[in-house]
């Protein structure tokens, strides 16, 4: 046993010459003596540097939010907010996707989808189909929503043709003199004006409470893309633009939840 630890303690006195030389003529460039011995102390001091590095960068960094260490215990209040502002953002993007996928089939004039996968929302579709099915009593005029919502008329006129939605008639047209005012119903932000060759000239704005309001076959736009107006402000002028167009007058549409709603249910004309 003593002859073996003599051999051991031999080697780790061993000295090592760790040569570097120049590949063309072998010339001697650096020279290092080593010793096992302080190599492994050298190996350990380097280890011990490295976690004590780990350590404060975990401890004293934003990195603990994503490996939690003892001293992190405080921030769980910051880790809250932090999941509320997350939920916030999924929030904001579910809104940003069904603004889009309304712009989309409102732009398209397609037929109104229904997302049978979707129970909420095809329990909305059929509540709003529901609630904008003429009376007996009362042909003309659906029965209005609980809720109530100021919204001022786009342009004063005669109706000639309703929402149905059988027929892909996702509005009401409103016949009016040609360069008549048309005006916006509500507060919001203009999210599209443009031209589009079904609907010609269109205005279409974002509205609180999930309102979005089209117009439709217009002469002139006066607001454009991104511009906040308020309600009874000047938006469009009536027209005769657009394939679908056969007269002077405003194709209107009211919008809910990404879901096409009758505007006879909400607007007194």
């Known amino acids: 046993m003593g002859s073996f630890r003599r051999k051991i303690a031999n080697k780790f006195k061993n000295r090592y010459r760790l040569i570097l030389r120049q590949d063309d003529n072998l010339e001697e460039k650096v020279s290092i003596v080593l010793e096992p011995l302080n190599l492994v102390l050298l190996v350990c001091g380097g280890f011990f540097l490295f976690g004590s590095l780990v350590y404060v960068l975990l401890a004293y960094t934003p990195l603990n939010y994503i490996f ?48 049978i996968s979707n129970n909420e929302l095809a329990e909305t579709q059929i509540s709003i189909a529901e609630e904008n099915q003429p009376s007996e009593i009362d042909l003309e005029r659906p029965p209005k929503p609980k809720q109530y919502y100021s919204f001022f ?27 008549e005012v048309i005006k916006a119903i509500q507060n919001g932000t203009v999210i599209y004006s443009g031209w589009t060759s079904k609907g010609g000239h269109t205005i279409i704005i974002q509205h609180s409470n999930n309102f979005i309001s089209v117009y439709k076959h217009n002469a002139v736009l006066l607001k454009k893309t991104g511009t906040f107006v308020s309600a009874g402000d000047a938006v469009a002028l009536v027209g005769n633009t657009g394939e679908l167009s056969s007269g002077p007058h405003l194709h209107f549409e009211l919008w809910k939840n990404g879901l096409a709603v009758n505007p006879l249910s909400y607007l007194n004309f």
């Open 153 to 179: 008329i786009p342009v004063k006129g005669v109706i000639t043709d309703s929402f149905n939605i059988q027929r892909s008639h996702l509005g009401i047209d409103i016949a009016a003199k040609t360069k």
């Open 68 to 115: 939690p260490t003892k001293s992190a215990k405080y921030t769980s209040q910051e880790q809250y907010e932090m999941i509320q502002k997350i939920d916030s953002l999924e929030i904001y993007l579910e809104q940003i996707n069904l603004q889009s996928e309304v712009l989309e089939s409102v732009l398209s004039g397609d037929e109104l989808s229904m997302d």
